[in-house]
């Protein structure tokens, strides 16, 4: 007989949650079926490569995704060497993740070991000083002290291991929960991001190769914002809907990238359109196309449109120029021509 948790996290299952879990389930059942046939090698390793671009550049690491794709393929590359440390051990973690037990606190601190190698001193056990978190100057959350993170840390653990919450709640909670405690000196936004995905990966495999860091990335403020309100609230709700927004929306987008396959998604045409014969920047493309948000113009249009090379940069090597253009492929030029008149 199970026994229950000694720990039960602070949380409430609102319709807005059982309404989003109902959606991504669904979702997910079409994304399988998908995957199945469409998932191919090349498109995992491409979105693992996204997900570890995504989650090092929301810790401030500043490498493209064509740097990191560099770095992993053992190219060399211009950057700073931690950064491209960070990366190279992130390829590791995420490739060992399948032997990993999520609730196992040995697999824990074994991927922080990994994750972590060489970029600090304390890498594979919990931190051994108190740590704050700062937005500038302000300190917007001090976590538990140190003596307290192995209880703290195994009642977690104990809670992941027995509870019978949807995964993708229980995902959620363990993310809020995990960054709230902080249990390591450094690495622990990484860990958190990494052990949510683990936990559905181990739900639903295919998830393993879903790039929600994306997501986040483009919403990071707002990732931050709901962090802080959990914390305000002590009740992790808040960081819950927002997560699962955040998993809906990377679902659906991966939904629609294996449905367009060699097609262009009716974003990625208009983008064709506008561009033309001609070079045009982003600000001159978002005019063109009519669009005012940044993070949809790059999420729907231009990344799309790079990653299935129907257009390229004018600068492939300086990818964050301020005088970067974009123009067509033969790809794109070919495809243009067979439906200039549609």
Known sequence: MIKPPTYQPPYTITPTIVN??????????????????????????????????????????????????????????????????????????????????????????????????????????????????????????????????????????????????????ASCVFHYEFEFIHPFADGNGRMGRLWQTLILRNWKPLLAYLPVETVIRDRQKDYYRVLAAADQQADATPFIEFMLNALRDAIHEAVLTDQVGDQASDQVAALIRAIGNGELGSNNLMQALGLSHRPTFRNNYLNPALRDEWIERTQPDS????????????????????????
Do not use: C
């Open 20 to 169: 989003l879990i109902a959606e991504i389930s669904e979702t997910i059942g079409r994304y399988s079926a998908l995957a199945e046939q469409n998932l191919t090698p090349r498109l995992r390793r491409e979105n693992r490569i996204r997900t570890i671009q995504a989650s090092l550049a929301i810790e401030n690491n500043t490498l493209t995704l064509e740097q990191v794709t560099a770095v992993i393929e053992g190219k060399r590359v211009l950057g700073h060497p931690r950064e491209i440390q960070e990366v190279r051990n992130a390829f590791a973690t995420y490739e060992a993740m399948k032997d990993w037990d999520a609730s196992a606190e040995e697999d824990l601190l074994a991927a922080h070991e990994l994750l972590m190698r060489g970029l600090v001193d304390e890498t594979g056990h919990y931190r051994s000083g108190g740590v704050g978190i700062f937005q500038g100057e302000q300190l917007v959350h001090m976590a538990p002290p140190a003596d307290r993170v192995p209880k703290l840390m195994a009642e977690l653990l104990d809670w992941l291991a027995t509870t019978h919450e949807h995964p993708l709640v």
């Open 319 to 342: 990818p964050r120029s301020p005088t970067q253009r974009y123009r067509l492929t033969g790809k794109g030029q070919r495809w243009l021509l067979n439906h200039v008149d549609k």
